[in-house]
């Protein structure tokens, strides 16, 4: 096994040991997907105005995290081979280029083209960010840690939406993705300077074929979903021909890797309880999460015509929930245990999307706000630890695939989940009176928020099958 190690000092965990200029890195790598997942959501009414076809705005998260989600596990056994830095560097610049590329898009279609080239690039960076978080800091350092980069999805879930609706109201959406450009500079010098790995490498095997079936299984899934009663009828032949190419390339991908040398998802793995469990909390956290953000805009805006900037501002009340439980967490989980804490964060997100799905109906800003923000809270309650259990209970060499797997699952569960919930919010529109009808874009709002509701609650249940013994660390020894 490939022997990696990060060239820093563990004296202090704040930036005036030689580890914080690559905690703020890092953080500014995060920074990027943060940025992303808040700001496109409240443009969607604008671009869509500007390129037409409003059923296929699924498509820009659906694909982006698709991209985003088969990649992840390909990133992150290359990182437990060649080290964190080459990827996390290769990760920055291929998001670089899509953000450009989006940048320019000239139509709906080539937006969607290139969103699957920022979502290849995000596939690298949140992963390996989270991986050396945990090379270089212990379990209980990571409880301070995790502060700071909670502090970025602060950040960002305010300057997100409001540079999105800023954008959106000045008809220049497409700034929503050059803004990204220094961002990705400044990111990959600081990495560059300050961030080494002496490491010894070996051959190694990339499981190419598995990626390959786990793509085309997911694009047939998600092609399946969305355009299922929109661009043909749910009982016809191509709707039959992208769910079976689906399921087949599905049953042959676990196939596959069950040979493989190097799998990409390593189902020995999770046949351990506790990475099953926290993989189903990171699957749901990520349908669940894409359920509001996505929807909640198009919701506010279509039913009661209010301005995208503050449609905007209810993501955000999301998105600034769960850093500030991330950042306050760590301090509960190392008393009470990871699972305990994981169930008091699903609760509360479970009953806060309960009450989204009962209020719908009577369109507000004020009460979408308050609830998504509980629904933040909660969240970010619960997917912290859970990630932290799965990195504690295994050593250096499996580390970057655990948590690649966590991050795969969160985003497998986004890009099935976007797809499931479009597929729903379509059928209702069609069966209505389009998607210029306020009462048309009310009762597909409602049935999508019941449908992250159900999910919210089944993730709850997930939680709560997470071994009670604890998490162990990469050592063997009891947190």
Known sequence: ?????????????????????????????????????????????????????????????????????VSVPIYSRLADTVGRKPIILLGIGTFLVGSVLCGFAWNMTA?????????????????IAMTIVGDIY?????????????????????????LGGIFSQLDAWRWIFFVNIP????????????????????????????????????????????????????????????FGVGAIALVAFARVERQAAEPIIDFA??????????????????????????FAPAYLEGSIGIPPLLSGLAVAALTLGWPLAAANVGHLYLRIGFRRTALIGLSIAAVAAIALAATSPWP????????????????????????????????????????????FARSAGSAVGVAVLGAISNAVIARGDGPQDPATIISASTAVFAAAAGVAVLTLVAAWMMPRDGAMTGDGQPL
């Not at 937006?111 to 992963?127: C, D, E, N, T």
């Not at 399946?224 to 709707?239: I, K, Q, R, T, Y």
Request: with cysteine; charged share 10%; proline share 3%.
């Open 1 to 69: 096994m490939v022997e990696v190690t990060a060239s820093v000092n563990r004296a202090s965990v704040g930036f005036r040991s030689e580890r914080g200029p690559v905690l703020a890195a890092l953080m500014l790598a995060t920074g990027l997907i943060a940025i992303d997942a808040t700001i496109l959501a409240t443009a969607v009414p604008s671009i869509v105005h500007d390129l037409g076809n409003y059923q296929q705005f699924p498509w820009l998260f659906s694909i982006y995290l698709l991209a985003q989600a």
């Open 111 to 127: 937006l969607i083209l290139f969103r699957v080239v920022q979502g290849l690039g995000a596939g690298a960076i949140a992963p």
């Open 138 to 162: 212990t379990v209980a350092e990571r409880a301070k840690v995790q502060g700071y980069l909670a502090s970025v999805w602060a950040v960002s879930s305010v300057v997100g939406p409001a």
């Open 183 to 242: 961002l990705c500079l400044l990111a990959g010098w600081m990495l560059v300077r300050h961030y080494s790995e002496q490491k010894q490498t070996r051959r190694h095997r990339i499981d190419f074929s598995g990626a390959a079936l786990l793509t085309v299984g997911l694009t047939g899934i998600i092609l399946g979903l969305l355009e299922g009663d929109s661009a043909w009828a749910w009982l016809s032949w191509p709707s039959a021909l992208c």
């Open 269 to 294: 793995l999770v046949s351990r309880r506790l990475i099953l469990t926290t993989t189903l909390v990171s699957l749901g956290v990520g349908a669940v999460l894409i359920g509001v953000t996505s």
């Open 364 to 407: 507000h800003p004020v009460m979408v706000t308050i609830i998504a923000f509980v629904l933040g809270f909660g969240l970010g309650w619960s997917a912290a630890p859970a990630l932290i259990a799965a990195q504690s209970s295994v050593g250096w060499g499996e580390r970057g695939v655990v948590t690649g797997m966590n991050a």
